[in-house]
């Protein structure tokens, strides 16, 4: 099962920032947060990662507790072409792998 | 952008048949990985490969699949005797050797069981 939970969708107006929570109570000390979306029957798409402090990158940035316990990805102007399926996942390198146990994911959907 | 590329983007093959899912990894990648997605389910790991063997697999993973990367470049999927629920998305990915790089993914392959 996955170790995430995301709520199942959420709204956007286009140009709004997007804010989209993840919960990840369990995450061990050497697991890091990954977001990816997926955009129709797309492959998943790499988003932004990060351990403990927050990231920024071109496409977002990610807020991460003080805790670990969850996160929050941020787009900050939200374009239609964001509309997709966001995933957070949490992973660490255990047994030479760093497979991804996906969940279902928030279905983001960007409003004209 | 260096991306991971899949062929063919669709196969429709008959019930029994073997099918081979074609993969090239980002080319300094060293972990690759199979992940299938059954239509309007979650995406679901199949199976990892490092240094030419098998990390890890999941139960999906049984002996009707292998895997193999027949020169420097590719990375397959063989599906044996073919089922009708094998019909599914089926995508490879791949990371590089650094702790806790991100896997990156190809566009996809879907197989269709008729």
């Known amino acids: 099962d996955a170790k995430t939970t995301q709520p199942p969708s959420m709204d956007c107006a286009e140009g709004r920032a997007a804010n989209l929570p993840c919960n990840h109570s369990?995450?061990?000390?050497?697991?890091?947060v990954y977001w990816y979306r997926q955009i129709h029957s797309q492959g998943p798409q790499y988003i932004i990662h990060?351990?403990?402090n927050n990231e920024t990158n071109e496409m977002a940035s990610l807020i991460i507790t003080e805790d670990r316990k969850s996160s929050t990805l941020i787009l900050p102007h939200a374009t239609l072409r964001d509309t997709a399926v966001y995933y957070c996942?949490?992973?660490?390198?255990?047994?030479?792998?760093?497979?991804?146990?996906f969940g279902t994911g928030t279905r983001l959907k960007v409003l004209a | 952008e260096p991306e991971v590329t899949q062929t063919p983007s669709h196969q429709v093959t008959q019930m029994g048949q073997e099918v081979i899912l074609r993969c090239v990894p980002i080319?300094?990648?060293?972990?690759f990985y199979w992940y299938r997605q059954i239509l309007g389910q979650k995406v679901e790991f199949l199976v990892s490969?490092?240094?030419?063997?098998?990390?890890?697999k999941s139960e999906i993973f049984d002996d009707q699949f292998s895997v193999e990367r027949p020169d420097g470049s590719n990375f397959t999927l063989k599906i044996r005797s073919t089922k009708l629920e094998d019909s599914a998305m089926y995508f490879c990915?791949?990371?590089?050797?650094?702790?806790?790089?991100?896997?990156?993914f190809g566009d996809g392959t879907r197989l269709s069981i008729l």
């Open positions: 990915a791949s990371s590089d050797s650094a702790i806790n790089q991100p896997q990156h």
């Open positions: 369990t995450i061990s000390g050497n697991e890091y």
């Open positions: 990060g351990l403990k």
């Open positions: 996942i949490v992973s660490a390198l255990t047994s030479g792998t760093y497979k991804y146990i």
């Open positions: 080319s300094n990648h060293l972990y």
């Open positions: 490969f490092y240094n030419n063997e098998i990390s890890e």
